[in-house]
């Protein structure tokens, strides 16, 4: 209970409130009452409008009684609500997905109460205590702010103990007919106007409560529009269309004062529609005016606000309709350009089934076929986390009714069906003349799905099919890819007696779908172990093709035990008449550098200087003299491919070999493959790399031959696949990860 409040000429009232459905009228007529005379029309319709709300709103979500309070502050007036709930403002409750509101626009508030108050005061804030809290708002009076009349009666507070219904203040005057101000309009939706309407119709008729309803969505029961007052049975209301051209926009359905209807006003259904039992050949219409004529309403009053209703609801249809098409264009966008960013297929699946969910749908299910099988569950997505199993349970079930629909769907038409306890649809996924799967989506019992609705979910499955058959092809061709590369090199590499093997392979961030031309093997013939090296100019099938060919005569010749530098003819010879041959009169030239493994070197003679350069038929010894049995000597052509790197015990790093001709480009008289021996003692190692290592890129600058030397230099005594992973590593690294070449690396190491 609220005593008297200084400030301001007129003094505080406060009545409290149970709670009723008839409080928010009860709180309006005494507000009403406590203002009449102190603020202009637009302000007190808008002080009005807010305190419904408020009371409402703890009616409704407290759930407890309401205390209203009314005083005077500075030039304005304050108006506060105040409830006995303990939970703060802001803590809402979490709303279980079996009462969600599914669907492009079922995203729903809780309630605008504190949305107006914000819109239409001038400042407003609320108050919590122990017992409860409050929402007040101020406005401000119009003119030179001082109020237009003075209330000089004490403090009054009323209270109205629960259960009894609230006896309304009586209002000094009847109000003249009103309409909303355009500020407050703006503040509010269709409905929201439409139950300010109704408020202000309920405030100046004598009746005990009003109600405005309309059809619900595809023939279903009727939805509340707004309501004020303790509505009675629909028996003794009297109905009004909105519109009596348009039964779709709703219609107002008033309850007389005077204790029931008067005989002769027509009876109304629960559905919404007239009966015309009352009088033969006597139109519905002209009983309703009679009725409400013999209850003392004012028709010209009713047939104002009616129509106004019946636009704000009307523009409201129209505005929703244009807001929801713009939602469904907004999501299917949206969805496209995530589908089509992804070319993995198991994320594209996963993708797939949670676009709709929680939005469209409670539940999405997404099945490739199989050939002679049932189609398999690829991914899955539902609204509540534990219920994830049991939907993964009932879309395998072979006898669920959901695999049933799922085997049974066929061609473009949406099947609509009852599982997991609601209504499911089942599509097809078809691209490129496929059927690639199905997408089966489901909502909770009682949420079907509108046909525009439908159609939106049968063009997400169109556009998902695209999507999922492109990451399909994409995966396959990176398969293939993948395979064709791996192809290229040896599964692994082979025992060699006296040497430590280690390879590498990084493939450029930008390769995609091109195989590479870089390749190494070790090739076993009768002249003993050869190890090569080479890429081949460009990526893709035809790189691919050369590389296949060179790495096939490479085994054929040193198969046959032919001589590395016949080799190198021979393998020029035929990349030479293989580009001659091309359709396009291409050519696809390659690097290689191969090393044969001869037997066990011998040191240099007493008193021969060591790290000497000879011919062909001399030896270079790259250190000084030491056991016969543990050094490797290896006759190393190079065919315009980079010299490899010599790292020595001590960790110096050299460049070997000498430059020959690239491979399938010129005539055999122009070519020259020189070659040069090289000695290899224990703890040296042989670091053969293709151009990719040392065309790293760090901006403008290439790792090039001097940095790489540092970095095999800083190898020394790790194993020979130790030193194979830190070169690539120091070649990502320069590259900030970013090579924009394939690297292959191999290396040949006398342990020691």
Known sequence: MYGAAGGGTMPARAIALPPTPDSPRAARRFLLEALHGQLDDDLLDSALLLVTELVTNVVVHAGTSATVEVRADGDGVRVGVTDRHPVRIGMARVKKVEDADFGIDGLREDGRGLALVDALATSWGTEHGRGGKTVWFRLETAGDGSPTAAVTSPAVAVTCPAPRPVPAPVVPAPRPVRLIARDTARALTAEGEVSELLAQLVDALAVTAGLVRRPGRDGGRSETV?????????????????????????????????????????????????????????????????????????????????????????????????????????????????????????????????????????????????????????????????????????????????????????????????????????????????????????????????????????????????????????????????TLQAGLRPPELPMIEGLDLGSAYGAAQSAGLDVGGDFFDLLWGPLGWTIAIGDVCGKGAEAATVTGVARAVLRLLTGRGTELGEVLLELNRTLRDAASSHPNGQSRFCTLAAATIMAPAGGPAEGEPADTDTDTSTSTSTSTSTSTSTRIRLRLFLAGHPQPVVLHADGRASLVGRPGTLLGVLDDDEVSFPGFEIVLRPGESLVFYTDGVIEARNGGKLLGEDRLLDAIGGCAGLSAQGIADRVLAAAERFAGGNLRDDVAILVARVPG
């Not at 926009?249 to 559905?271: I, K």
């Not at 409201?316 to 966008?333: C, K, P, T």
């Not at 199993?389 to 609509?416: E, H, I, K, Q, Y």
Request: include cysteine.
């Open 226 to 482: 707004a309501t004020l007052g303790a509505v009675g049975p629909v028996t003794e209301a009297l109905l009004f269309p909105l519109d009596p051209t348009q039964e779709s926009l709703g219609e107002l359905l008033l309850w007389p004062a005077a204790g029931g209807r008067p005989s002769g006003s027509g009876g109304t259904s629960d559905s919404g529609g007239t009966s015309d039992s009352g009088g033969v050949g006597v139109p519905g219409d002209v009983r309703r005016m009679d009725a409400a004529a013999a209850a003392g309403l004012d028709l010209e009053r009713i047939r104002l606000t009616t129509r106004w209703m019946a636009l704000a609801l009307g523009g409201g249809d129209m505005r929703r309709a244009e807001e929801r098409r713009i939602g469904m264009l907004s999501f299917l966008a949206e969805a496209s350009d995530l589908l089509a960013g992804s070319l993995d297929l198991s994320r594209s699946l996963a993708l797939l089934a949670r676009l709709p969910v929680p939005r469209l749908a409670q539940w999405c299910a997404v099945y490739l076929h199989r050939e002679n099988a049932d189609p398999a569950l690829w991914a899955a997505a539902h609204a509540e986390e534990n219920a994830a199993g049991a939907l993964t349970a009932a879309a395998v079930d072979p006898d669920g009714p959901l695999m049933a629909a799922v085997r049974s769907a066929s061609g473009d038409r949406v099947r609509s069906l009852t599982a997991l306890g609601g209504p499911a649809l089942v599509m097809v996924l078809r691209a490129r003349r496929r059927v690639l799967g199905v997408l089966a989506l489901g909502r909770p019992e009682g949420n079907a799905f509108a046909a525009d609705e439908i159609d939106l979910l049968a063009d997400l499955a169109r556009r998902a099919a695209f999507a999922v058959d492109n990451a399909r092809l994409y995966s396959r061709q990176v398969e293939l890819a993948g």
